[in-house]
């Protein structure tokens, strides 16, 4: 870390303090004894000693940041993936240790009340997980920022798998309280919809100026903060999350003229904005309730933040020189209406001024290139929802499209790619278009994605907007993604390079040269194997299958979706599988693959890949013919917390997807720095992994961006390219007559012909490059000194996709605060 000194923490607290603590916190806050604690009890009470040490850091931070009118970032994100915080918190405070005495100490075992803390799934899959890196980083650099989302009940499904398919269950995280969060009843804002607008009365017309919406539906926001401890406690910043409450928790005078359901109606409705996430990923939700959501949060945060800086400054003009508003996709886009509204018509301003400052707050990052993920909502309901909003947005649009029509540089349909809204068939407004035009900056996340960004959806407005589009290519916080899940791997890193990677993740540069000792690699694949037999063990105990530590373990876990090619993957294990049955005699690499991920529930294709999956294991794992050497094991439940004990076991890291199409991917950062070798095409950020690790120390394969999109132009190919390699028309042979489906033999046969038809996803096309690759992948685990000499190159070498680094950025090209 550059500039700000890293304060070491004040001598670790005594074992017997911590554990007095916490015995007196079971017994005053919870009223329990230990007679009767229960481990949940055990829980609660540690993390309330842990918290209450934090409480201090976090005034202090707070003080400082008011006394010396420093900058805030705000960060808006619908999705926080911030998984268990107990461990993150001793470790960032340096108290595991200690922690884990105190509690021996009671006859109480760490690891096993850490299993009992839920994991808050508060997002779909990496955009929420990278708010959570980022918060963490925030904290860790000492940058004064809060996190803005919603505190949902339910946050993402549990997935459970029966016969083979998904089976979506409520997630019931606050089941037993939380005992991080502070309610703040007292932070509370209105947040209206519908209703109408009434005009100036000065009969200015349409004129924009200052309005007053009279909203016929209003619902309370509640804040609830959860603190987000820095690595060595250098900074607490806050989540706010907010949860719906009614206005009127019950309409007495309906209740009392019988009508019992209907004087509930108020809260049923407020209750429901932060009942439910989406469970989509890389789609649109589309439906009203998520519009509702995206308004509630955005306007209670802006509220909130005009509030803390009026009551600080006194005045509102200030507010781009000390607040940063960063708009994590286009979730939370309508608080750019929403900020003109209140400058417009609670702050007195004139449009031109609201939009200049609008602009100078606001940043945007994009997440996706995919159409069906673009947000746009159709006019009828924008306008229904928010009469004054839909004004305001026809208002900036005029303004934008008479600065493009000025210049004369564009024809009428790059104005119309412009234009915020839509107008060919359905009215729809293009929340990517308001975001992008709202913001003085417009991120991607990886250097490919904002090459095609420049290309593809943007191209008009970056010609009309040359400076505004910027590359932030995305991390991962080094403290949660290797210090505390691979506390193996960071004491061998410690022993034999000292501590100054734990304070700046680059310095882990050092492990370099010692890919070539042979000592270390032996130590190194020592930790490894502990890793492995770890997983190995649960999945015995929770699946009740039996796999060797010493196979190679081959991992793929994240969303499942097309573009992501699952399908590659199972269509390659299937064609090994016949291999291996043809041909017994062949020196077999022994490989255990790894699928894991949620599919959103109604995503066919999707959940059938996860049926697909289950039934190759299925007859896979238990073939005799095959001897163990390929088994295929599907992780349920895919989550923060799984991730954090499959990626310290990996070593091979699945990151296939059909190039152009993963705008970063940050899951591929996480294998790396836990010393699994990539497999993976030019894609996201696997072309700058294979800069940083070097192309000997990662697979690459398969058609490039530019490949695939000329490949889709032209005509299908996909029958010959399938006909062409016979392994592929096996394996897709099999899978479509029911081999692996013998209950229901034509399960699979649409999802086959959908390869031979059009092949959007390019599963065929790269096929044969694939299993080339992988058998790449089988040469090299043979020389085993080779395996793991690029294993310690692939942790020492990407060190730069530390989540503190790309904040720094965030910090120094985008926000304007000093790091
Ligand atoms: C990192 C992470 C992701 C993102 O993974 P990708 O492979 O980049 O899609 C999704 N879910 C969880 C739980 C994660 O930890």
Redesign the pocket.
């Known amino acids: 870390m550059q500039s700000r000194s890293i304060q070491p923490l004040p001598e670790n607290p005594e074992p017997q303090r911590l554990a007095d603590e916490i015995l007196q916190a079971l017994r005053y806050r919870l009223g329990k004894d230990t007679t009767v604690a229960t481990p949940h009890d055990w829980l609660t009470a540690s993390i309330k000693v842990v918290r209450d040490r934090i409480i201090d850091h976090w005034m202090k931070g707070t003080k400082e940041t008011y006394e010396q009118q420093e900058k805030r970032v705000y960060y808006l994100s619908l999705e926080f ?1 911030i ?1 268990r915080l107990m461990r993150d918190a001793f470790c960032n405070l340096g108290l595991m240790e200690a922690m884990r005495e105190a509690l021996a100490s009671l006859d109480v075992d760490i690891d096993l009340i850490a299993r009992l803390e839920p994991d808050a ?1 508060l ?4 955009l ?2 990278l708010a959570a890196c980022f918060m963490e980083s925030m904290a860790t650099l000492d940058i004064p920022a809060h996190g803005y989302g919603i505190r949902y009940v339910n946050g993402m499904f549990r997935q459970e798998i029966q016969d083979g398919w998904q089976v979506e269950l409520p997630e019931t995280w606050l089941d037993h309280g939380n005992p991080w969060e502070f309610e703040r009843r007292e932070r509370s804002f209105e947040v209206g919809f519908c209703g109408f607008v009434e005009s100036p009365s000065d009969g200015e017309g349409d004129a924009p100026g200052r309005h007053i919406w009279k909203p016929t539906e209003r619902v309370l926001a509640v804040a609830y903060d959860t603190p987000v401890v820095g690595w060595r406690a250098n900074r607490v910043n806050t989540l706010r999350l907010w949860s719906g409450m009614p206005v009127d928790p019950i309409l007495l005078d309906k209740f009392n003229a019988g009508d019992h359901i209907g004087a509930l109606a108020e809260s049923n409705k407020a209750d429901a904005l932060s009942r439910v996430l989406y469970p989509a990923d890389s789609h649109q939700a589309g439906q009203e309730l998520r519009l509702r959501q995206e308004y509630f949060f955005s306007s209670a945060s802006l509220q909130d933040i005009l509030q803390r800086h009026v009551s600080q400054y006194g005045e509102i003009a200030s507010l781009p020189d000390k607040a940063a508003i960063h708009l994590n996709d286009t979730h939370p886009a309508v608080a750019v209406p929403e900020l003109m509204r209140l400058l417009m018509d609670e702050h007195d301003m004139p449009f031109a001024l609201a939009w200049d400052m609008t602009r100078r707050t606001f940043a945007y990052t994009n997440h996706t290139l995919l159409p069906e993920a673009l947000e746009s909502w159709p006019v009828p309901l924008f306008e229904r929802l928010l009469p004054r909003h839909m004004q305001i947005v026809y208002a900036i649009n005029a303004a934008v499209l008479l600065e493009a029509r000025q210049g004369g540089h564009f024809n009428d349909q790059q104005i119309a790619n412009i234009s915020l809204i839509q107008e060919n068939g359905e009215r729809r407004l293009r929340m990517g278009n308001l975001a992008f035009v709202g913001s003085h900056s417009v991120n991607g996340v990886s250097m490919l994605h904002t090459e095609l960004m420049k290309e593809t959806v943007f191209a008009d407005l970056h010609r009309l907007y040359p400076d505004r589009i910027n590359n932030k290519t995305n991390g ?1 916080t080094p403290r949660r993604w290797l210090l505390q899940c691979n506390p193996g791997l960071t004491t061998l890193a410690r022993e034999a390079i000292g501590d100054a990677f734990l304070d700046d993740i680059a310095a882990i540069r050092a492990l370099d040269p010692l890919a070539d000792d042979a000592t270390f690699r032996e130590k190194f694949a020592a930790v490894k194997r502990q890793n492995k037999e770890r997983l190995a063990r649960l999945v015995a105990e929770r699946l009740g299958i039996r796999i060797d530590p010493a196979a190679l373990f081959d991992v793929q ?3 499942i979706h097309e573009y ?1 090619r699952q399908l590659l993957n199972i269509l390659e294990a299937v064609a090994l599988y016949d291999q291996i049955r043809s041909h017994p005699e062949r020196d077999w690499v022994p490989r255990v693959k790894f699928l894991g ?1 949620k599919a959103a529930p109604s995503y066919h294709n999707a959940k059938l890949i996860i049926k697909l999956a289950n039934d190759v294991a299925r007859v896979v794992n238990r073939d005799p013919a095959v001897r163990g050497l390929l088994k295929i094991v599907f992780v349920p439940n ?3 917390s ?2 954090e004990i499959l990626i310290p076991a990996a070593d091979l890291s699945e ?1 296939i997807s059909t190039a152009g199409m ?1 705008a ?7 294998f790396a720095l836990n010393g699994a070798l990539t497999i993976g095409t030019l894609d ?1 950020a696997n072309v700058e992994i294979r800069e940083h690790v070097g192309p000997e120390n990662i697979f690459i394969f398969g058609l490039t961006a530019d490949e695939v999109a000329e490949r889709r132009k032209g005509d299908a190919q996909s029958r010959a390219t399938i006909e062409g390699s016979r392994e592929l028309s096996q394996a897709i042979a099999a899978v479509s007559s029911g081999v692996f489906s013998p209950d229901d033999p034509s399960r699979y046969r649409e999802l086959m012909n959908g390869l031979y038809q059009h092949d959007w996803f390019m599963v065929a096309a790269d096929f044969e490059a694939y299993a080339a690759a992988q058998r790449d992948v089988d040469a090299k685990w043979r020389d085993s000194a080779a395996w793991y000499a690029s294993a310690v190159r692939n942790v020492a070498r990407v060190g730069w996709f530390s989540s503190d680094r790309t904040i720094r950025e965030y910090a120094k090209d985008i926000w304007n605060v000093p790091v």
Do not use: D, F, W
């Open positions: 993936l998984g799934a997002g779909n899959g990496g929420g997980r991962i876990i994240k969303r992501k991920g895919y989550n923060v799984a991730a990151q993963e970063s991917g940050t899951g591929n950062m996480k996201g």
